[in-house]
């Protein structure tokens, strides 16, 4: 069956069983994952491994050949198999077996070692009775086994491969973020950076930091809850201002909404910035910069729109005027410190970005200074993404405990609320992880590689639009962004391409703004908090999400040509 026409049952499986029948996002992808493997026959698995494993033959030498692997991919010397295309898209047929040496850097030319260390190219020699071509490629033995033995799995084993290999990633991450946020919360943590941001900026400046205690909260809390803890703090600046009600809202929603599509370890960038082998650490700076500019715009569109529509402070369930005006008069003095409360957020930024930019430097030097050898083991453990996410884990329930109230009990049910909390998430983004591993197999890569634009930005376009049609359709941004990749990632994966696919990640994240209506819970969360009707919800938060959307689609295609790290 056509890999297209597969990924099309895949889509609507998906996507109609959220729509129509209501099923929960979980069990929806695990029907369409075991759907869509049940239909690819053994070969579309067998040469999808077949091309995942194999090293492309870049460059042909009197004596020798120039090798070319991807990210993931190993070249291993000995007894080889030489495959050859039979077609531009066509299957891999083996025409010859051969032996594979690796050449040392001794027996190098000073271009060769300069294409070695620039481009990743490896020379070898190949003993075979074919001479090999440009283009074709080798596998060891060992590696075409394990193709014959991954296409040989049922489909139960199949999905179940991808479910694991998914939480084997990011499992942990999720798991330990979801208890961060839910300290910050429990503690008052995060109320007291939201009021730190605004003490510092001032009142005159309190939708700028609206915006920023969004994002910096919406790192490692799930967006409905920044929006449920800040919206009260909003109403209750409103109070004291006597204007503005609009803006703060649409403050509070573009700070908060762009973090959690565009910056790890909120579940949707984690998984994409996984699918496309993007380093974390490096996803979090880079989702950051981006984010910057998303907000910007719509910052900007707040102010424009907030000027032309008056949405009165109107009577909702959540909180009392009492209430609202106690919050607005909190001291300092009531929460924990600024920097206690900030550190649980800080710690897994510093770690992660600070390992990825060592390991960057370390890696454009040709010789390593000595203290950069002694540390390079102790930084690479830290900066592991569990280890940090468990440090800022283990330090924010310090902070909880610290409280005069906390009890041992009351900091375990805490952690029990986040772990539930968490569990669902982690079962949701592991059946996407499923259902983009079983897409892959059907060789989907191949066949709609010809369907894109000509140019290399088409990727993050098309990754873009899905992202937005699936989120239109069925409303959850983390669902839209892991089918996306789903799509994407294997396309990337067989693609040489001239800018870092951190672009794609974070145009995807971008892609999953559009549309917000009433199939969206946030939508809901944020209409019956703020008070806002249905008609006003799609003149002010809809469009600013359009306009947040396109703006980073923007920003990430200027980035990929200005900055395109490789």
Not at 13 to 25: D, K, W, Y
Not at 129 to 148: E, S, W
Request: charge should be positive.
């Amino acid at each position: 069956m056509s890999p297209i026409l597969l990924l099309l049952i895949g889509m609507v499986i998906v996507v109609g069983s959220i729509l129509f029948f209501r099923l929960h996002a979980f069990l929806a992808l695990i029907l369409g994952s075991l759907i869509v493997a049940s239909l690819t026959d053994k070969e579309a698995v067998y040469q999808h491994t077949l091309k995942s494993e194999a090293i492309r033959v870049s460059e042909i030498g009197r004596d020798r050949v120039g090798l070319k692997a991807s990210k993931n991919q190993s070249i291993i010397p000995g007894s080889i198999f030489l495959l050859r295309s039979d077609g531009p898209k066509g299957k891999l047929q083996e025409i010859s077996e051969g032996v594979l040496t690796l050449l040392p850097e001794s027996k190098l030319s000073e271009e060769e070692k300069t294409f070695q260390k620039e481009k990743g190219i490896c020379y070898a020699e190949i003993s075979s009775p074919v001479l090999p071509q440009v283009k074709d490629r080798i596998i060891h033995h060992t590696q075409k086994k394990k193709a014959g033995l991954i296409s040989s799995r049922n489909i139960a084993q199949r999905v179940g491969f991808g479910f694991g290999g998914t939480c084997l990633k990011i499992g942990i991450m999720i798991s330990m973020a979801a208890i961060v946020g839910q300290c910050l919360m429990r503690s008052g943590a995060a109320e007291r950076i939201v009021l730190g941001i605004r003490n510092f900026l001032g009142e005159k400046n309190a939708p700028v930091a609206f915006i920023a205690s969004g994002f910096t909260l919406g790192i490692p809390v799930f967006f409905e809850t920044v929006f449920y803890l800040m919206m009260p703090l909003g109403k209750a600046m409103h109070l004291k201002t006597g204007r503005n009600y609009l803006l703060y809202i649409l403050t509070i929603i573009a700070g908060g909404t762009m973090a959690h599509s565009l910056v790890p370890p909120t579940p949707g960038p984690l998984f994409v910035a996984y699918e496309l082998g993007v380093d974390i650490g490096l996803a979090i700076l880079c989702g950051t910069v981006v984010g910057l500019f998303t907000t910007a715009s719509g910052y900007f569109w707040a102010r424009f729109i907030s000027s032309r529509i008056i949405i009165p402070l109107r009577e909702s369930a959540d909180l009392t005027q009492a209430q609202l005006k106690a919050m607005a008069d909190r001291t300092k003095a009531e929460l924990p410190g600024l920097i206690s409360s900030i550190l649980p957020i800080l710690i897994p930024l510093v770690l992660l970005a600070g390992g990825t930019i060592f390991s960057l430097s370390s890696s454009k030097m040709e010789v390593q200074s000595d203290w950069m050898i002694a540390m390079g083991p102790f930084i690479g453990v830290l900066g592991n993404k569990d280890i940090a996410l468990t440090l800022a884990a283990i330090f924010s329930i310090m902070l909880l405990a610290r409280r005069p109230e906390s009890t041992k009990e009351s900091v375990a049910k805490s952690i029990q609320s986040a772990i539930s909390d968490a569990g669902v998430i982690v079962l949701i983004t592991c059946a996407g992880g499923a259902f983009g591993h079983v897409l892959r197999q059907t060789g989907i890569a191949g066949s709609i590689e010809n369907s894109l634009p000509a140019t290399e930005s088409g990727l993050m376009i098309v990754g873009f639009l899905i992202c937005m049609i699936v989120r239109t359709a069925q409303g959850s941004s983390t669902v839209a962004m892991i089918t996306a990749v789903g799509v994407v990632a294997p396309i990337v994966a067989a693609s040489a391409l001239t800018y870092h696919p951190v672009y794609i990640a974070i145009a995807i994240g971008c892609g999953s703004k559009p549309i917000s209506w009433m199939n969206d819970s946030g939508f809901w969360v944020i209409s019956k908090m703020s008070g806002m009707t249905e008609s006003e919800m799609l003149k002010t938060n809809t469009i600013m999400g359009i306009i947040m959307a396109v703006t980073g689609l923007i920003v990430c295609l200027i980035g990929s040509r200005i900055f395109p790290m490789v």
